[in-house]
């Protein structure tokens, strides 16, 4: 009897180490795109050079919507190019998002080996094509 008691508090032990270490992880890996205070697009393609900042407040808020969420490790096999790129900062913390330039759902971050789920791709290059962005652009 007094086996089991020892053998369930180990257990439980463990399913509550394990939680945890999840829990840092993902929280660790979480994008939060609410501290952003400025939003610039580059969209340098063809004979097309675009460098803005977005200043409409329903496009900042789909664009940063487009990109909160958990980060991951891939080798997607979507074409992404830092000349099309989404820069969200707060003047001490920035992010750079490179949305599939072939339109899959998936945007890297920076030139790492990191990714993001586009929550609404469709949404978001509905905001993009207003300032001149075009996909596919590969």
Same mark, same amino acid.
Do not use: H, Q
């Given at each position: ?7 369930? *508090? ?7 180490? +394990?939680? $945890?270490?999840?829990?840092?992880? *993902? ?10 205070? !400025? ?29 909160? &969420? *958990?980060?991951?490790?891939?080798? /997607?096999?979507? #074409?992404?190019?830092?000349? *099309?790129?989404?820069? $969200?900062?707060? &003047? ?6 490179? /949305?599939?330039?072939? &339109?899959?759902?998936?945007? %890297?971050? #920076?030139?790492?080996?990191?990714? +993001? %789920?586009?929550?609404? %791709?469709?949404? $978001?290059?509905?905001?993009? !094509?207003?300032? &001149? ?6």
């Amino acid at each position: 009897m007094k086996k089991k008691l020892v053998a369930t *508090i180990i257990f439980v032990f463990l399913i509550m180490i +394990v939680s $945890l270490f999840v829990l840092i992880s *993902i929280k660790k890996n979480y994008i939060d795109t609410s501290i952003a205070s !400025e939003i610039s697009l580059k969209y340098y393609y063809n004979d097309k050079k675009i460098n803005l900042v977005v200043t409409d407040k329903n496009d900042i808020k789909i664009i940063k919507e487009s990109f909160k &969420g *958990i980060s991951y490790k891939d080798t /997607p096999s979507c #074409g992404f190019s830092s000349n *099309i790129s989404i820069k $969200l900062s707060n &003047g001490k913390k920035e992010f750079i998002f490179c /949305p599939a330039c072939d &339109g899959c759902s998936t945007a %890297r971050i #920076g030139n790492s080996n990191k990714y +993001v %789920r586009i929550k609404d %791709r469709n949404a $978001l290059e509905t905001v993009l !094509e207003k300032y &001149g962005f075009y996909f596919p652009c590969v």
